[in-house]
């Protein structure tokens, strides 16, 4: 056998074992994203693979103030005790996202025993099926977090109520994914006093809107 053809032999080997080395590397480095949970989107509950993903917020909640207390806090007025709950959003959470359909399902995380913290912060040591919602001050719709410091107990009666706070979130958050307001001017309006948003909705848009439709049985807030 001739050193031309010996060359051009361990030439071609050189080739083969190179690609499958350049193969293992491609394998190896795929593994390692799946497993480090890279890429930073979920689907949402009931999506395919072919569906829209669904992005998470990430990192601590960023609060409208910091609560002063964390006992015996007032609601005035269907208006949270604000040195209890100043509101709490998820601070690198865009329009874009929030105005993905599935996304206020994907971020919600609020146990019964946070829920239980809520009412224990607010005094309330019983209550009745529908009288009170856990409620988001800023919803999730709107970018709001699962932080204690943006929940409250809120009436349904007298009115307007949660029920009507859950027509206000609807109503800012179509307001944001329509472009006609910021997320963040949505964000601090319903966070200072959400009646003041209510009082800017048309009437007929109010009605049309409604309530979010929900399963829980006091509300999701």
Same mark, same amino acid.
């Given at each position: 056998?001739?050193?031309?053809?010996?060359?051009?032999?361990?030439?071609?080997?050189?080739?083969?074992?190179?690609?499958?080395?350049? @193969? =293992?590397?491609?394998?190896?480095? &795929?593994?390692?994203?799946?497993? +480090? *949970?890279?890429?930073?989107? %979920?689907?949402?509950?009931?999506?395919?693979?072919?569906?829209?993903?669904?992005?998470?917020?990430?990192?601590?909640?960023?609060?409208?103030?910091?609560?002063?207390?964390?006992?015996?806090?007032?609601?005035?007025?269907?208006?949270?005790?604000?040195?209890?709950?100043?509101? @709490? =959003?998820?601070?690198?959470?865009? &329009?874009?996202?929030?105005?993905? +359909? *599935?996304?206020?399902?994907? %971020?919600?995380?609020?146990?019964?025993?946070?829920?239980?913290?809520?009412?224990?912060?607010?005094?309330?040591?019983?209550?009745?099926?529908?009288?009170?919602?856990?409620?988001?001050?800023?919803?999730?719709?709107?970018?709001?977090?699962?932080?204690?410091?943006?929940?409250?107990?809120?009436?349904?009666?007298?009115?307007?109520?949660?029920?009507?706070?859950?027509?206000?979130?609807?109503?800012?958050?179509?307001?944001?994914?329509?472009?006609?307001?910021?997320?963040?001017?949505?964000?601090?309006?319903?966070?200072?006093?959400?009646?003041?948003?209510?009082?800017?909705?048309?009437?007929?848009?109010?009605?049309?809107?409604?309530?979010?439709?929900?399963?829980?049985?006091?509300?999701?807030?």
């Amino acid at each position: 056998m001739s050193n031309t053809h010996q060359d051009s032999q361990l030439l071609s080997l050189g080739r083969r074992v190179f690609g499958i080395f350049i @193969a =293992i590397l491609v394998v190896i480095y &795929a593994l390692t994203n799946a497993s +480090s *949970g890279k890429g930073g989107t %979920v689907l949402a509950p009931g999506q395919g693979s072919s569906s829209t993903a669904v992005s998470q917020p990430s990192g601590k909640p960023g609060t409208f103030g910091k609560p002063t207390k964390s006992s015996n806090c007032v609601a005035v007025n269907g208006v949270q005790d604000k040195a209890c709950t100043p509101g @709490a =959003i998820f601070p690198d959470v865009t &329009a874009d996202q929030v105005c993905v +359909s *599935g996304y206020s399902t994907s %971020v919600r995380n609020v146990p019964i025993a946070l829920k239980d913290d809520v009412y224990a912060a607010y005094n309330i040591s019983s209550h009745f099926t529908g009288q009170y919602e856990v409620d988001h001050l800023i919803s999730l719709e709107l970018g709001g977090s699962n932080d204690i410091s943006n929940l409250w107990p809120e009436l349904a009666d007298p009115h307007p109520g949660f029920h009507q706070k859950d027509t206000v979130e609807n109503y800012l958050h179509s307001q944001v994914c329509s472009g006609k307001m910021t997320l963040a001017k949505a964000q601090a309006l319903i966070a200072n006093d959400w009646h003041d948003a209510l009082n800017m909705m048309p009437v007929a848009r109010a009605e049309s809107l409604g309530p979010e439709p929900t399963e829980c049985p006091e509300g999701c807030g």
